[in-house]
């Protein structure tokens, strides 16, 4: 019998990191409006001071903080309102000793002004004379130039996932496009002789085909371009045609189906002849999800993913393991616009960023079991009892979708356990929605 090169998840994370660190990157630019997800390739600085000016914090009158001290509710400071500035407008007035002008919330302080005092603590007395009961510094609700971003300074490094965050920031900059890592790419194969695409007549023994739009969907939140989709039969010579074909342009080959340890496993064996025996994986010690097989070519740099044919088992790996490889930034080396490799990266002391997963506090509703040997994901629901967050787990098999559509999140048991009790702290990994 043929003993399976198992990994820990944590194994395989780390063996599909190294290579995909491999995957030659193409630089693009794209509006900053369109790169929230994406990768950002280059370092930025800050092109200038963001503020450029001093900007009032508060709605109130800008003024020389010196002509404050020692006011207050009983003796308060009266000092002469010489203008108005108006939001986006350069101020009209300079302020001298004894003098303020109104400014707004965002608008340009005057010069000679030194601190702003808000308006809850003026007092109108006259068109053009305010009575000030607050004594207050020299910078008070001022915002100063370079306080956001200073001229010069990496605002964001190579390597960051933009977000909202990230956006907003390069816009008040300016910036109207950046250089991102274009997208990974993909094809996705569904096999089985029993699938029948969506729609289409099927036998009575057939079942539609759910894997290849489930693990696309999955794909695309993951960041990879979906090339091709493909259902297949079980046909050795046509799958070895669809990988070879697939591997030309995707820098993912997913394949669904076809892994086990009965007379249908073909895809470890199509793996090793597709990538020059590049297979480095056949099983990964969790369940589900055992047949996994893992396959690298290192002459096209493309990794093979082979997944289990059972739909909520083959989502689940995909989550656990390819999924978690790319939402973690990944080191490259690649020069603007052009396709280079990355080796000379991977093979420095490079430590992959850690992904950390979001996840919740909650309590264990009911005993569950385990497999020892294996890391056991569970899916589980979420619910509110007496104040406290309980994780209830959801049954049912890996071949079935209702689970994963009940379930909020799942619950990872180490291999060294036999279970968990009823009652036991957990930690809920979250289902993205």
Same mark, same amino acid.
């Given at each position: 019998?043929?003993?399976?090169?198992?990994?820990?998840?944590?194994?395989?994370?780390?063996?599909?990191?190294?290579? &995909?660190?491999?995957?030659?990157?193409?630089?693009?630019?794209?509006?900053?409006?369109?790169?929230?997800?994406?990768?950002?390739?280059?370092?930025?600085?800050?092109?200038?001071? &963001?503020?450029?000016?001093?900007?009032?914090?508060?709605?109130?009158?800008?003024?020389?903080?010196?002509?404050?001290?020692?006011?207050?509710?009983?003796?308060?400071?009266?000092? $002469?309102?010489?203008?108005?500035?108006?939001?986006?407008?350069?101020?009209?007035?300079?302020?001298?000793?004894?003098q303020c002008a109104y400014v707004p919330t965002g608008g340009?302080?005057?010069?000679?002004?030194?601190?702003?005092?808000?308006? =809850?603590?003026?007092?109108?007395?006259?068109? @053009?004379?305010?009575?000030?009961?607050?004594?207050?510094?020299?910078?008070?609700?001022?915002? *100063?130039?370079?306080?956001?971003?200073?001229?010069?300074?990496?605002?964001?490094?190579? =390597?960051?996932?933009?977000? *909202?965050? =990230?956006?907003?920031?390069? @816009?008040?900059?300016?910036?109207? @496009?950046?250089?991102?890592?274009?997208?990974?790419?993909?094809?996705?194969?569904?096999?089985? +002789?029993?699938?029948?695409?969506?729609?289409?007549?099927?036998? =009575?023994?057939?079942?539609?085909?759910? +894997?290849?739009?489930?693990?696309?969907?999955?794909?695309?939140?993951?960041?990879?371009?979906?090339?091709?989709?493909?259902?297949?039969?079980?046909?050795?010579?046509?799958?070895?045609?669809?990988?070879?074909?697939?591997?030309?342009?995707?820098? *993912?080959?997913?394949?669904?189906?076809?892994?086990?340890?009965?007379?249908?496993?073909?895809? $470890?064996?199509?793996?090793?002849?597709?990538?020059?025996?590049?297979?480095?994986?056949?099983?990964?010690?969790?369940?589900?999800?055992?047949?996994?097989?893992?396959?690298?070519? +290192?002459?096209?740099?493309?990794?093979?993913?082979?997944?289990?044919?059972?739909?909520?088992?083959?989502?689940?790996?995909?989550?656990?393991?390819?999924?978690?490889?790319?939402?973690?930034?990944?080191?490259?080396?690649?020069?603007?616009?052009?396709?280079?490799?990355?080796?000379?990266?991977?093979?420095?002391?490079?430590?992959?960023?850690?992904?950390?997963?979001?996840?919740?506090?909650?309590?264990?509703?009911?005993?569950?079991?385990?497999?020892?040997?294996?890391?056991?994901?569970?899916?589980?629901?979420?619910? +509110?009892?007496?104040?406290?967050?309980?994780?209830?787990?959801?049954?049912?098999?890996?071949?079935?979708?209702?689970?994963?559509?009940?379930a909020n999140g799942y619950i990872l048991i180490g291999k060294?356990?036999?279970?968990?009790?009823?009652? @036991?702290?957990?930690?809920?990994?979250?289902? $993205?929605?």
């Amino acid at each position: 019998m043929k003993l399976l090169n198992v990994l820990t998840l944590t194994e395989a994370r780390l063996m599909l990191s190294d290579r &995909v660190r491999q995957i030659p990157r193409r630089i693009i630019s794209i509006p900053v409006s369109e790169a929230a997800g994406h990768i950002l390739a280059q370092d930025v600085t800050a092109p200038f001071d &963001v503020p450029e000016f001093r900007r009032s914090a508060v709605d109130g009158y800008a003024l020389i903080a010196s002509d404050t001290h020692g006011a207050g509710d009983s003796i308060p400071a009266f000092l $002469e309102v010489t203008g108005h500035v108006r939001i986006g407008e350069k101020p009209p007035c300079i302020i001298s000793h004894g003098q303020c002008a109104y400014v707004p919330t965002g608008g340009m302080l005057p010069d000679g002004a030194d601190a702003m005092v808000m308006n =809850e603590y003026c007092e109108a007395f006259s068109d @053009s004379d305010i009575a000030v009961s607050q004594s207050v510094a020299a910078g008070n609700h001022v915002i *100063f130039p370079g306080d956001d971003m200073k001229q010069g300074d990496r605002l964001l490094p190579k =390597e960051t996932p933009i977000r *909202f965050q =990230e956006i907003g920031s390069l @816009s008040a900059m300016g910036i109207t @496009s950046v250089p991102v890592y274009a997208p990974y790419t993909a094809t996705i194969i569904s096999t089985g +002789n029993e699938l029948a695409p969506p729609g289409a007549e099927k036998s =009575e023994a057939q079942i539609y085909d759910s +894997n290849t739009y489930a693990l696309s969907a999955q794909a695309r939140q993951a960041g990879l371009r979906i090339l091709h989709r493909h259902l297949v039969p079980d046909d050795h010579e046509l799958l070895k045609q669809t990988l070879l074909s697939a591997m030309t342009d995707s820098d *993912f080959v997913i394949l669904s189906g076809g892994s086990s340890q009965g007379k249908q496993d073909m895809t $470890e064996i199509l793996f090793r002849e597709v990538s020059g025996n590049g297979v480095y994986a056949h099983g990964l010690a969790l369940k589900p999800g055992k047949p996994t097989v893992l396959a690298w070519d +290192n002459a096209g740099k493309t990794a093979l993913i082979g997944l289990p044919g059972h739909p909520a088992a083959a989502s689940m790996v995909f989550e656990l393991l390819v999924a978690r490889v790319l939402k973690a930034p990944l080191p490259a080396v690649s020069a603007a616009g052009s396709l280079q490799s990355t080796s000379a990266a991977s093979s420095a002391a490079v430590v992959p960023p850690v992904y950390i997963e979001p996840s919740v506090p909650a309590v264990l509703s009911v005993n569950i079991a385990s497999s020892p040997g294996r890391e056991t994901c569970v899916p589980v629901r979420l619910t +509110n009892s007496g104040g406290k967050l309980l994780a209830v787990p959801v049954p049912g098999s890996s071949g079935l979708w209702s689970p994963l559509v009940r379930a909020n999140g799942y619950i990872l048991i180490g291999k060294d356990r036999e279970g968990l009790a009823a009652g @036991s702290p957990v930690n809920i990994y979250l289902l $993205e929605r």
